[in-house]
């Protein structure tokens, strides 16, 4: 698990624009620290391959983290950049407005192959890397490095934020290097078309909301639908949707029966406030099943 990571603080008067929220609460953020939380609580040895500040949120992101199960040996503490904090808004059920601190830079754009064991990362039998590890470097000579030397199957996030890119125009290009390395490619219609592909990746999961997605697996293509819920924060969702994914892809199912048990993880994260202490251990992934 390689990206992002930091800490989100979530409001805990829903429907209120931030500018009149007065309390939060803090939790573990990222898609690096979402997805690896989810990960551990399936039941995969996971670890994450980032970095956090030298700062209270760095030890809250560490100590939850280890918590959890997660392998930490490859969370790096930046000497200089701040843990970042991203701040939202709640108006379930389909507007979760961001605001992100990560300028000019945030510690995991700071990765550095020094951060962590080459060959224990190219070695591990599942690899997940996303578009927001490709804004700045040297963590985008750094992901994409690790994507071409990994031997095990590697999962690719588009994960499309042109707010955290200094020139968006950067992103076709980088996209299309990270997903020619990938096994799988995951997307929702908008980073597929900011991806701008030359061709359609061999085995794509795009994502289409509340249509649910549509599994393309060589000359197989196949619609899985949507896990119903009552909303009440959508973000942490697509995070919970890859741990499941990976964790499927890792019993050997299918693709599609992977789409379908991280459709149903993202609903159970849905219909929560929180998004890493959300996620589904197997057993409730199971009972949801």
Same mark, same amino acid.
């Given at each position: ?133 490709? %804004?700045?470097?040297?963590? *985008?000579?750094?992901? &994409?490095?690790?994507? /071409?030397?990994? #031997? =095990?199957? +590697?999962?690719? @996030? ?36 900011? %991806?701008?592909?030359?061709? *359609?990746?061999?085995? &794509?999961?795009?994502? /289409?909301?509340? #249509? =649910?997605? +549509?599994?393309? @697996? ?41 789409? *379908? ?29």
């Amino acid at each position: 698990m390689i990206g992002r990571v930091g800490v989100d603080l979530y409001p805990n008067e829903l429907r209120t624009p931030l500018r009149e929220v007065r309390t939060f609460t803090r939790y573990v953020g990222g898609f690096a620290g979402n997805v690896a939380t989810g990960l551990a609580r399936l039941g995969v040895a996971t670890a994450i391959v980032s970095r956090v500040g030298d700062d209270g949120h760095g030890e809250f992101v560490r100590d939850f983290l280890e918590g959890e199960g997660v392998d930490t040996r490859f969370l790096a503490v930046d000497p200089y950049w701040q843990t970042p904090p991203t701040f939202c808004e709640v108006w379930p059920p389909d507007e979760f407005p961001l605001t992100f601190y990560r300028k000019p830079t945030a510690p995991d754009w700071q990765l550095s192959p020094d951060d962590f064991g080459a060959d224990d990362v190219a070695g591990a039998p599942l690899l997940y890397a996303t578009g927001t590890g490709l %804004a700045q470097s040297p963590s *985008r000579e750094t992901t &994409l490095d690790a994507l /071409r030397a990994h #031997r =095990g199957t +590697t999962i690719f @996030d588009l994960d499309w934020r042109p707010t955290l890119w200094e020139d968006a125009s950067e992103y076709p290009s980088l996209a299309r290097e990270a997903v020619a390395s990938a096994d799988v490619v995951v997307g929702n219609e908008e980073e597929l078309a900011a %991806a701008a592909l030359d061709e *359609r990746p061999a085995r &794509l999961v795009l994502k /289409r909301g509340g #249509r =649910g997605a +549509t599994v393309y @697996d060589g000359d197989e293509e196949t619609d899985v639908p949507v896990h119903h819920v009552e909303v009440v924060n959508g973000l942490g969702a697509g995070d919970a949707f890859a741990a499941a994914l990976g964790h499927a892809v890792l019993r050997g199912m299918s693709l599609v029966e992977a789409v *379908r048990r991280g459709s149903v993880a993202g609903a159970l994260v849905a219909a929560q406030l929180a998004c890493s202490e959300a996620m589904p251990t197997l057993a409730e992934l199971e009972a949801a099943l």
